[in-house]
């Protein structure tokens, strides 16, 4: 192979994919190891998340075309499809380029005895009339045409039939990236002034105060202003979670699953970086992230540390205030992480987390003074993570009551008993549920 090749980094980190899950870190590991930059970064990583977002509908095609299906074929030949087949339909890529570069790579991939099937198959699924596809239920339309594993698609069917290929198919924040301006190195509107007078194609407020949302050319990580710690990346829902935490300066608040540390920047930022904030993960690498973010942007009463929240921590403080953004299935993030719509939902593993979630609520009503507030998120729309789990807290802990918080929710949001739900088709964030609690005096 002569010179980088972005079409041969995205077909290996597919297949790295396919093998063990990750894909970001997957795909970062690959775009370093054949040293892409700039637009064929970019174009790598475009044809890399675009299979994994529609590889249920891309399968379909190609499969009507392979009497012995993709799982048949080597992996290489099976992401070498995967990938014209996605540059052609949804890249504008034309056909005739996306063919011979996928013939030129069965050659690369050492796998040139395929490059005649790769040839036909491609010509004819490329035109496949989706239109015209007869599906067995409801379950299996949504797998092919929202591209979803069977539990996810059976999950959506279930829970929200009304709106399940929509949700499938949405593109949160507007296919945009949400960021949070570093109150320390000046306001979201001069960020935004900042990041046009930089080349970033848009940027605007956001639905949730103070958030901006850009468009940028690649990574907003290797973004100067990024650098110089101008600002972070947060999702506006999640930044909605940390704002109604209500923190306030010189206060003691703990983020009991903190990592990668955006919300510990909002808290602080809220906090007017007075008091003391305890971040906490349960890994020493995962805390690794959030000293890094700590440490660019600026902020001096940040202490991350590795503590389980599943456990009691006598080390750690009682605070006036609690976040805990729960590990979660990751339901309401479809569109930020593709891989996730393929996972399966074993019921041993939901009530796994179901136990997990449960246990750090536990912790933190232990670590609450009273009058404190307590805030629970989710990055999901499953009831038995969101509402149910508040609920049975509720049962356990008497001396908790869902209180409203003074945070404008945007439009859309569904509010109830036990909580705040976020759909992305209802509000255009991504899925996501908060619940702030109020602990007696």
Known sequence: MSGPNPRAAAVSALVKQEQDGFSNLVLDAELKRQK??????????????????????????????????????????????????????????PVSAAVNEAVKLTRTFRKASASGLVNAVLRRAIGYDLGSAVFADEVERLMVLGSAGRD?????????????????????DGGLTSLRANPLKGTPEALCEKLLESGVKSAQPGLVPGSVLAKFEGSPAEHPLFKEGCFHVEGQASQLAALCVEAKPGDTVLDLCAAPGGKSLLLIEEMGDEGRLVSCDVSEN????????????????????????????????????????????????????????????????????????????????????????????????????????????????????????????????????????????????????????????
């Open 36 to 93: 892409l930059e700039g637009r064929d970064k970019a174009f790598a990583s475009a044809i890399f998340y675009m299979v994994l977002e529609h590889r249920g509908t891309l399968d379909y095609m190609l499969g009507q075309f392979l009497p012995k299906g993709l799982a048949k074929l080597d992996a290489p030949v099976r992401e070498i499809l995967r990938a014209a087949l996605a540059q052609a339909r949804y890249m504008q890529v």
């Open 286 to 441: 995962r805390v690794q992230l959030i000293r890094k973010a700590v440490e660019r942007m600026g902020f001096a009463h940040v202490e991350p540390r590795v503590s389980d929240g599943t456990r009691p921590d006598a080390d750690l403080p009682m605070a006036d205030a609690i976040l805990v953004d729960a590990p979660c299935s990751g339901l309401g993030i479809l569109a930020k992480k593709p891989d996730i719509r393929y996972k399966t939902l074993e019921k041993a593993r939901h009530d796994e987390l179901l136990a997990t979630q449960s246990a750090i609520l536990d912790t933190a009503a232990s670590l609450l003074k009273a009058g404190g507030r307590l805030v629970y998120s989710t990055c999901t729309i499953d009831p038995a993570e969101n509402e149910e789990q508040v609920a049975a807290f509720l049962a356990r802990h008497p001396e908790f009551s869902v209180v409203t918080s003074e945070v404008p929710f945007p439009a859309g949001m569904t509010v109830g008993e036990h909580g705040a739900l976020s759909v992305p088709t209802r509000t255009g964030m991504d899925g996501f549920f908060l619940c702030a609690m109020q602990k007696a005096q």
């Open 152 to 172: 996810v698609a059976a999950f959506l069917h279930e829970h929200y039939p009304d709106e399940a290929l929509d949700i499938l198919t949405h593109t949160a």
